[in-house]
């Protein structure tokens, strides 16, 4: 009893969460619309730095992809039945606000330094534990006759990590081309250019951030899963 009211309480606590972050991102799309129409297209030469329409045009991308990427657990449970932890659905929706919301829109990217690294390290983490989720539901799935080795579940976690973080940077660079963005952070904030290993810089240090995250947790799993295997391995020889 005492279990299903504090799943329940986590589950309203979820629904308090996205509806918050929902409408930030309205709101945001909103602002980001308008700003779009009445701001430059340009930096006028000698005038005080200010946003462009390509700035005000990315940040509305990114509170529209939000919206999107908030959909994903619900499609999920929808097509598959596969329901994601309370815990790590609030999680979640946590990082779209600071990532989206507080990063783009409020500019903390550029106002607090390694925010892009510490939402890296965050989402590394966080992709290695969906992981580990993922493959525990395969598991105790009655259609799934195969039963992974904690090794395996370890390394399908690490490499489910690290694709995801391969196809964001590369899901950067693709926009950048396409629509002139800075999603991948090589200008500064007034529009200066990174040039050489400056450039390069940030993907290889998102990259390594992810990567580094999503062993750490993958190693913790692996270490609880081993645990658990032995003590079920004892019960069962008792």
Known sequence: MKKNT???????????IGRFLLLTLIFSIIYATVLIILSPSTVVEGAAHVKLKSDYV????????????????????????????NNMHMLYFVFLYCAIYLGEVRSFYYIIPQWDTILHAFSGAMLGAFGFTLVSILNNAEQVKVELSPFFVALFAFCFALSIGALWEIYEYGMDELLSLNMQKFALEDGTLLLGHAALDNTMKDIIVDTLSAFVITALGFFSLKKQKRAKENRINE
């Open 58 to 85: 990315l940040m509305l991308l990114q509170c529209i992809l939000g919206i999107i990427m908030m959909t994903i657990p619900s499609i999920l449970n929808r097509r598959w039945s596969f329901d994601i932890p």
């Open 6 to 16: 504090i799943i329940k309480g986590k589950a309203v606590w979820r629904e308090i």
